[in-house]
DNA sequence: CGCTTAATTGATCAGGGTCAATCGTGGTGG
DNA sequence: CCACCACGATTGACCCTGATCAATTAAGCG
């Protein structure tokens, strides 16, 4: 698996930074892993991480594989607040209970770090308190983008959107590969399945893109989707 | 003007925590006055605060009257990311420049405060710093929760989710008062203003609410537009 | 090779947008 | 003081995007 360096590739957040959390933190590799709580953690693709409602004493840093996050209305209607790839973090809490579950994509490997214990640090060490704050910031500027892609974006405006910032911070200019399914991906944008599906068909079509099979896109007209989000 | 103790009111975040920024920096009350830059400002309806894209050396609280920070796209649309009444802080940017822009919704009075020395307060100052990362996790939490909102609620629950939300932010139990004219609700909650007017009439025609006028709502079924947003 | 699940495609429907007319209200000037 | 005006809000008629329901195709996987 190729690295992603999604820190040089979202250096300066673009006009239409979509997704989520870009924060990672970089005091948490050096002597940071002092702080870490226990060994590499493996997950297979699915398997929940942490429920809504737990108790946020841990967060997490992804060391390979994607995560998402995600809320659940009482009749099943589910959002998905964010996805999160290699030297990700996420589940950095306020208050001591998660606001929302975190579920495996994919197989992936995460770094458990104890909440209690980073803030402890970050009394210490101010480089650690500026990547805290730093990290929220980044969180709060990429929900913000999220909701106003939900708002008022139309439907190939939103997966247009999505592809991009997908791209973009994995750094992938020609095929793109996508680790999560459709309803992943509709759950991110509020969208269904089908529309989701129909969209992508309507971009081959209109040779936006090419799709070799449904967890890979190539971005063919790349100024094209750019122009829908606009 | 009755003062909204908007603080003890957003103490805990309750589930349906829809809006903004809950967040105020205390430490920016007492010695942190040194911090402000300049004297209260007056802003009158409508006028602009800061523009997307200006430099962001400065930030404010609110002292009076409510503002709305928001996004436009090139054909128009508007996004509102957030309403900020008195006591709230807005506007502390990570990057140099702001990410949206900044209106007075009513006449307001604002406190402007210096991003740098706040900054540079903060490495000196444990508990500020510590009311810094609060701030921007409050904001990315607040974020999130609009972004829910936005992406899986049919137009009846945004309506009701923002009336509750409203009211508690208030601190207004029986009627709420809307500084905020309908198209300001619609841009908040990705609707239009003929559906925001109409969902308000039929929650009036089903009794859940009263409207002596448009700026004024009476809360008579609380617990049933509660149920709308479970 | 068949089974299971994801994805695509089609047909139909409805929630909310658009366009347009009317109502209400507050401000202004005669 | 009141009539008029301007603008926000409401209501109605109609339409369109995206949801829903359903069938088919494709892709893993044992």
Redesign the interface.
């Known amino acids: 698996m190729p690295a992603n360096l999604a820190i040089s590739s979202r250096a300066?957040?673009p006009l239409h930074l979509l997704t989520p959390h870009s924060s990672w933190m970089a005091a948490l590799d050096g002597q940071g892993d002092a702080l870490r709580a226990g060994a590499v953690q493996h997950f297979h693709a699915d398997q929940e991480i942490f429920c809504e409602g737990d108790g946020a004493d841990l967060f997490f840093k992804v060391v390979s594989g994607t995560i998402r996050t995600c809320?659940f209305?009482?009749d099943g209607?589910?959002?998905i607040?964010a996805f999160y790839s290699e030297g990700e973090v996420f589940g950095?809490?306020?208050?001591g209970a998660h606001?929302?579950s975190a579920e495996a994509v994919s197989d992936c490997n995460l770094i458990a770090y104890r909440r209690r214990g980073v803030e402890a640090a970050?009394?210490q060490d101010?480089e650690l308190?500026r990547q805290?704050?730093?990290y929220?910031?980044?969180?709060?500027?990429d929900?913000?983008a999220?909701?106003?892609l939900?708002?008022?974006r139309a439907a190939a405006e939103k997966v247009a959107a999505f592809l991009l910032d997908w791209a973009q911070r994995r750094g992938e200019t020609q095929i793109i590969s996508l680790p999560m399914s459709r309803q992943d991906m509709g759950?991110y944008?509020?969208l269904t399945i089908e529309t989701v599906s129909r969209t992508l068909s309507q971009f081959e079509r209109d040779g936006l893109i090419a799709i070799p099979n449904a967890r890979h896109i190539r971005l063919l007209r790349k100024e094209m989707l750019e122009e829908l989000v606009?």
């Open positions: 300066a957040l809320k209305l009482s209607r589910r959002q607040e950095f809490e306020l208050a606001r929302f970050a009394l101010r308190s805290l704050l730093s929220a910031l980044h969180s709060a500027t929900a913000q999220h909701a106003f939900l708002g008022r759950d944008l509020g606009a």
